[in-house]
């Protein structure tokens, strides 16, 4: 069994409390009264979340990084982050994503010099946390966009947090498919390429169709680099996407959907077709 870890943030120092839960998760959980942010505290910079790109998320569970600075004069104890929506502040928040594995808090902050360290979460995206965990469990309305928390602590005691450093974008993520006939084809017939287009839905934790969404067909001729967009359909009730076209040269085709707030982009993987 792995451990459930507490982070308890309180006005004396960093805290690490484990106790044993009967499920293959790690959960983390923010606890005590909130400290207020202390001026004085270290100063935090260069924060990336998932080296700046949405976080997206399938059927399962992903871990993903965030990144910050920690300066002060005092030199730095430690430091955490979390994403967290819902409720007026990580502390009582209705949804948390936390580090996702055994760790101190000092651990996750690598000294530079006296003065500074670079810390590194790496934190825990789930659709299937257990039922004694319902903050941690993504669910199809969490999709969006997520503040990020902050705690650091330097070596005298004294701290700083920020619950809303920054926001970041959590989405279901999407897949595509593609298939071009017939192949090989003669020049100036008609080609058809059908497909379809899924996205996670994080209550079921299976993937289904994407209904109504805007996608691309696009075109690579053979020895290009770019793809050219050919036309734009729409995928129908059950996500299912089919597109026709005139063949001109060798190359090869596939479907591609920008995505949204709450969905990730996809594009198909590649169908070369042979013109005669």
């Known amino acids: 069994m792995k451990a459930r870890a507490l982070i308890a943030l309180t006005t004396g120092a960093l805290a690490l409390t484990a106790v044993a839960v009967p499920a293959a998760h790690a959960d983390y959980r923010l606890a005590g009264s909130a400290v207020a942010a202390a001026p004085s505290g270290p100063k935090i910079s260069n924060v990336s979340v998932n080296g700046g790109k949405d976080v997206t998320v399938g059927v399962s569970h992903r871990t993903f990084t965030v990144k910050f600075t920690l300066q002060d004069p005092d030199g730095i104890k430690g430091g955490v982050a979390a994403l967290w929506r ?94 071009a006939s017939p192949d090989p084809v003669k020049k100036g017939k008609t080609l058809t390429v059908a497909g379809s287009l899924t996205r996670a839905n994080w209550d079921t934790r299976k993937y289904a169709g994407f209904a109504g969404q805007s996608v691309k067909l696009q075109f690579k001729k053979k020895g290009a680099e770019a793809w050219t967009t050919v036309k734009t359909v729409s995928a129908d009730s059950r996500g299912k996407v089919e597109a026709t076209t005139k063949a001109s040269a060798d190359g090869s085709y596939r479907f591609t959907y920008g995505g949204s707030t709450t969905t990730g982009s996809a594009s198909s993987k590649a169908d070369a077709v042979d013109v005669t």
Do not use: I
């Open 86 to 179: 819902g409720g007026p502040d990580a502390y009582r928040s209705d949804k948390l994503l936390a580090p996702g594995e055994d760790f101190t808090p000092e651990s996750l902050c690598k000294r530079v010099d006296a003065t500074t360290s670079h810390c590194t979460v790496k934190v825990l995206a789930d659709t299937d946390a257990p039922p004694e965990m319902p903050e941690d469990n993504l669910q199809n309305a969490d999709a969006g966009r997520w503040n990020l928390f902050v705690f650091a602590e330097d070596r005298t005691g004294k701290k700083t947090e920020n619950h809303k450093v920054t926001t970041h974008l959590v989405k279901r993520a999407a897949k595509a498919t593609a298939k």
